[in-house]
């Protein structure tokens, strides 16, 4: 009896062609199970900032905490996500946003035309008041005895800034700029500064823990504080959502009133 060739071939493909296409079918249904399983994991975004800037954000028994910290970590639990928090010069903040390093940045951030030009903000979380630190034995209390003094402020920071406005102004200022704020305190401490530019809370802070130094707070208002992000980060409008229901919750509030301990008034020129 003649049997054909191609009908044996094909019986004995078919094993494996079972076997092939059983295997296919399990790697599918397994694809699947791990899109899944990784859609219901909540995403991870990473925050960069300076752990240089009590009482916002400073190391405590190695962990960073602070202000900041809060208010992102009660941004991220209000959008379902994880935070990884990740510390930097000051300086390096814009550009890890810029490179896709970090998904967001937090470090008293204030929007500034300049970096409105490379990364996006949030609407304002903080409004912060601005504050002379300086030496016990020899106090700056107003804007206009800071002529022909050594003035320290943080490299790239709106106090810098502002020390460079008073610079154009007024005459004999010369201005030190470092990348870290407890840099610039032992500068004045041991006195090759006459005075530090620092937000009203952290100059607070560091006249807590060294009663040497004391701090006049200015009257003259600085921008709020924003959450600065990558251009067209799709987080912006969520990140909004979460400061506004937050505000109106008075969970914001909370956070600020826990790490806030600015007790003098505020000084007049």
Known sequence: ????????????RLPLMSVLFAWGLISL????????????????????TSADYPPFEFMRSSQIVGL???VATAITQE???LLHVQDMNFSGLIPALT?????FAMAGLTVTPERAQNVEFSDVYFQPALAILAREDAPI???AALAGKRIGAQLGSTMEQFAKEQATQMQGITLTSLNRNPDLVQELKVGRLDAVLLEAAQASAFAQVSPDLVF???????????IAFPKDSPWVPKFNEAIARLRAEGKLQAIETEWLTVEKEPLHD
């Open 29 to 48: 249904l397994m694809g699947c199970s791990k899109d899944k399983e990784d859609a219901s994991k909540p995403t991870t975004l990473t925050l960069v």
């Open 79 to 81: 959008l379902g996500l």
């Open 216 to 226: 006049s707070i200015l009257p003259k208002a600085i921008a709020g504080y924003a």
């Open 141 to 143: 209390t107003n804007i």
């Open 99 to 103: 490179t896709g390093r970090a998904d």
């Open 68 to 70: 900041d910290i809060d």
């Open 1 to 12: 009896m003649h049997i054909n060739q191609n009908y044996l071939t094909s019986i004995k």
